[in-house]
């Protein structure tokens, strides 16, 4: 069982070196209530929950993307009809 106080670095490095990590799982798990596995678990959760997350943007930004290069499209195809028109216009014009 850990109890609070002070230990100097030397100290913790003899201990840590004599024990090894038994010594440092058990303690981590004394002083945060939760053994390393659990952390891991949490910490690898939490990672899957972000990449979900981050291909859902992905996914929004794509077909934001997707809309945006049809507007484009339309707005294009209307600016090209404009420029005929206005072409054909002169060129009647100029009979």
Same mark, same amino acid.
């Given at each position: 069982?850990?109890?609070?106080?002070?230990? !100097?670095?030397?100290?913790?490095?003899?201990?840590?070196?004599?024990?090894?990590?038994?010594?440092?799982?058990?303690?981590?798990?004394?002083?945060?209530?939760?053994?390393?596995?659990?952390?891991?678990?949490?910490?690898?959760?939490?990672?899957?929950?972000?990449?979900? !997350?981050?291909?859902?943007?992905?996914?929004?930004?794509?077909?934001?993307?997707?809309?945006?290069?049809?507007?484009?499209?339309?707005?294009?195809?209307?600016?090209?009809? !404009?420029?005929?028109?206005?072409?054909?216009?002169?060129?009647?014009?100029?009979?």
């Amino acid at each position: 069982m850990a109890t609070e106080g002070n230990v !100097s670095e030397r100290t913790l490095t003899k201990a840590i070196k004599a024990e090894g990590w038994d010594l440092l799982l058990e303690l981590g798990a004394e002083l945060t209530g939760e053994t390393f596995e659990e952390f891991e678990e949490r910490r690898q959760q939490r990672i899957i929950e972000e990449a979900k !997350s981050a291909q859902e943007t992905v996914r929004i930004l794509r077909a934001k993307r997707a809309a945006l290069d049809k507007r484009a499209i339309v707005a294009l195809d209307a600016f090209d009809r !404009s420029l005929d028109d206005r072409q054909r216009n002169r060129a009647g014009r100029g009979r």
